[in-house]
């Protein structure tokens, strides 16, 4: 989404899922201005967030769309059909898709040509760059304090942590950048690798990259988008080389307050967060060590005072500094960055 | 290499490397009937583990090849002018071409029509196989005991170790299986999916693929190649993603004796065995714990006093057997590993 580009989200099915519908969620809340529309069948006329909910890509022209995001991951990271329904309506109205799933609409044998014949643009969020390789310890060089956000498990709200200390540090006057590591982050950002879609041995080569830009682009404070989690079962490899590859300074480990185990993974539990901050602590390169600074929770479902109650308790059981900088604000996590950092 | 398969081995420049011609040594250990000549101008004439060394392709056809194997690394994992001019030369003189860097011939704007007009194949062992997905838990349910082996640093012996393992288990009757995860491997064994190529986010799932698979293949006893190493500053994303997606009952962790630094990684140092036997138990899935159960020491270019001092230290530091497999056999590790098992 380029600054100021009016949007129509595809969120068909999903526009009420907190999980599959994270990259909605996060364009709703920091590009809300420029989202006109959400498409979802089974919500038709309702609201969300103050943006109306249509049913289908002719009930969003109304509102005047130039590009359409998708904004749910659907099952497996691939279109169905319904969905490839929606993709030809959205081309055939002249709008540019913008899609941050591992399947690639550019290469698509049929929506290529229909995107050509209409002049619209296919914007795959997760291409990696050309000339992506390894790292090479260029990242060590990086004149910038690095902040990684890590995690219990996936869709915790490590991107949004990142955010709004951003967004933070920046009201307070800091030479401050975000740094986009997946399709959402990139949405809203205008820019960043997706390092889950890249070749597997280039993961920390892009992490490096990513910080040395963020650097270029003037990031004196740079707050690298997490991904995935070191337990989790499926996608701890991308998180460690992130990790390794990003070389933080600083941890801030994120935690949705009372899960135990590993969503969409029955039988892996979520250690205490006491072990978590020990072992991403342990895991640190020997060359740049990192300590988790302070811990953020989402407390999102729960009462203000059960919320209050369990971001103390998780203080208490880390010696940490803690709280939920959406219904918090960021400042108190902020301020324990600061304070950890170098 | 197809079984049987005449090959010449391309090492330009580098058949002496141990670190760069890993491919090469790994095929002329594990498949030297197949291999009649070695190509390296540098060493013209020589003999290397009893194969003539040729200068060019041309003086590699008198020993009759039909393929031509990829046996070295080369910077950057791209192929440079000099060795165009060696792939051409064999495509015109009719040999197939195995390559195994991230380049993918067969994709080649030059090389791929070359090649289809000589009707010879163009085959890249590092390419992913199609339909590869994020890690879905089934790895769990493969009915076979797995053993990973992890490491101090790439290049230290882990699939020597792994194939070691495999022919003792194999020939005391067990119904054992080499699990091939990196293209030297794959050459070998002749399958097998190169993990640092997939896209990152599908390495645990290419990694459960890989144990489903050698169990389909009859494996009850599965020995996984490891890859990189968990304190490598550029690799360990594709380590930890193979380690939890491959589910391992027991860990071999191998090591090069002396060894202090990451090889290529100025100023990263490798943490002690016992600390590094600690730190792997530590990384591995509530849901899936794995031991140490052993340490393989490389101690290749260290006397025979020398390396029997070296190996008792290890033992002692870290309270488990260990043993240089290539040196004094791999029955001594096979043990341990046996008795580690659940």
Not at 28 to 36: C, F, G, S
Not at 91 to 104: D, Q, T, W
């Amino acid at each position: 989404m380029a600054a100021g580009e009016r949007t129509l989200i595809l969120a068909e099915g999903f526009s009420a899922d907190p999980h599959y519908g994270k990259t909605m969620r996060g364009v709703l809340r920091y590009r809300r201005d420029d989202v006109v529309a959400i498409l979802d069948s089974t919500r038709t006329g309702e609201s969300d967030a103050g943006v109306p909910v249509v049913g289908d890509v002719e009930g969003g022209l109304a509102y005047g769309p130039e590009v359409a995001i998708v904004g749910v991951a659907t099952q497996g990271g691939r279109f169905p059909p319904e969905w490839r329904d929606i993709l030809r309506a959205c081309i055939a109205k002249g709008l540019s898709i913008e899609n941050g799933l591992h399947e690639m609409l550019a290469d698509d044998s049929e929506l290529r040509p229909l995107a050509d014949a209409a002049g619209v643009e296919l914007r795959d969020l997760r291409r990696p760059p050309e000339g992506l390789d390894c790292a090479t310890g260029a990242n060590l060089d990086v004149d910038s304090r690095i902040v990684l956000t890590v995690a219990s498990d996936c869709a915790v709200g490590k991107m949004t942590v990142s955010l709004e200390l951003d967004r933070a540090a920046r009201e307070r006057g800091l030479e401050s950048l975000f740094v986009p590591t997946g399709q959402t982050g990139i949405a809203i950002a205008g820019w960043g690798i997706a390092v889950d879609a890249v070749v597997a041995d280039f993961i920390s080569g892009a992490a490096e990259q990513l910080v040395i830009e963020g650097h270029r682009r003037g990031g004196e404070l740079l707050w690298v988008e997490g991904q995935g989690s070191l337990v989790h079962p499926a996608y701890s490899g991308v998180t460690l080389g992130l990790y390794h590859g990003s070389v933080p300074h600083v941890l801030v480990l994120c935690h949705r307050a009372g899960s135990t185990e590993i969503e969409g993974s029955p039988g892996h539990p979520i250690p205490p967060l006491r072990e978590l901050v020990e072992l991403h602590e342990r895991m640190a390169l020997p060359r740049r060590p990192a300590r988790v600074a302070a811990l953020a929770l989402n407390t999102a479902g729960l009462g203000e005072r059960e919320a209050r109650e369990v971001v103390a308790a998780a203080s208490d059981e880390t010696g940490l500094p803690a709280a939920d900088p959406v219904r918090e604000g960021a400042d108190a996590l902020l301020d324990a960055v600061l304070a950890g950092l170098p």
